[in-house]
């Protein structure tokens, strides 16, 4: 079974409008941290926002916010106001803490922000 | 404090060689992990090291990759006589050993496979 899934392959999104990137997961810890990476076209993974499964407030950065809703297992990544700078590949990552720590992926959700 | 450093950035062997993946984690950092990203793909998991032992190899294919963290010096991923569908970007990320951080990415190293 899938532990992250990102639904959407691809999004196109017009300029300055807010864009959400979903992503549901699966685990059954308790004690786990899920993140969203960027990935632009020029290859490297862009740390973006972390949300643990213990904090109570969803996490802000700047203009992404993480839509955590712990009894549905999501972690949608909002971005507020979007740019042409934000077309790329966004992840949903997720780490078992206590587990064996490693991080998986999703698949990844392609986004297009059109002018 | 640099980052998570990869080289080369670029590695083009033939078939049957041998592809040498170095990977030096952030300062202070005893987790180091590998992945490989396909073309429009995800990045999957590859191994999981700490340093001189290997947590997690599950991802890792049993004939011809292998992976170490010595006590000293980088992380290396090695993969023996690489074939056409070895291409592909790898990343190493690493985290500290303690808190629950994010791991931080290196800049991938694209190795293709002539």
């Known amino acids: 079974a899938q532990k992250i899934t990102q639904t959407q392959p691809g999004m196109f999104v017009q300029e300055k409008e807010a864009v959400t990137l979903d992503c549901t997961y699966d685990t059954s810890d308790q004690s786990y941290g899920l993140f969203w990476y960027k990935q632009p076209s020029s290859g490297e993974m862009i740390f973006l926002i972390y949300q643990g499964s213990y904090d109570e407030q969803n996490a802000t950065e700047g203009r992404y916010s993480l839509n955590f809703q712990k009894a549905r297992k999501s972690a949608n990544l909002v971005i507020s106001a979007s740019q042409l700078g934000d077309s790329a590949m966004y992840f949903c990552a997720m780490r078992e803490w206590g587990r064996d720590d490693k991080i998986i992926f999703g698949k990844g959700t392609r986004l297009h922000i059109l002018p | 404090n640099a980052g998570v450093m990869q080289n080369p950035r670029h590695l083009v062997r033939r078939r049957g060689q041998e592809a040498r993946l170095r990977c030096s984690p952030m300062k202070g950092h005893s987790h180091v992990y590998w992945y490989r990203q396909l073309p429009e793909e995800g990045l999957k998991f590859m191994v999981y090291?700490?340093?001189?032992?290997?947590?997690?190899e599950s991802g890792m294919p049993k004939e011809r990759f292998s992976a170490e963290f010595p006590k000293e010096g980088p992380s290396i991923l090695r993969i023996q006589q690489v074939v056409r569908g070895d291409s592909a970007a790898y990343f190493c990320?690493?985290?500290?050993?303690?808190?629950?951080?994010?791991?931080?990415f290196g800049q991938g190293t694209r190795l293709t496979v002539v």
């Open positions: 990320a690493s985290s500290p050993e303690t808190g629950n951080t994010e791991a931080f």
């Open positions: 090291l700490q340093k001189e032992n290997i947590i997690d």
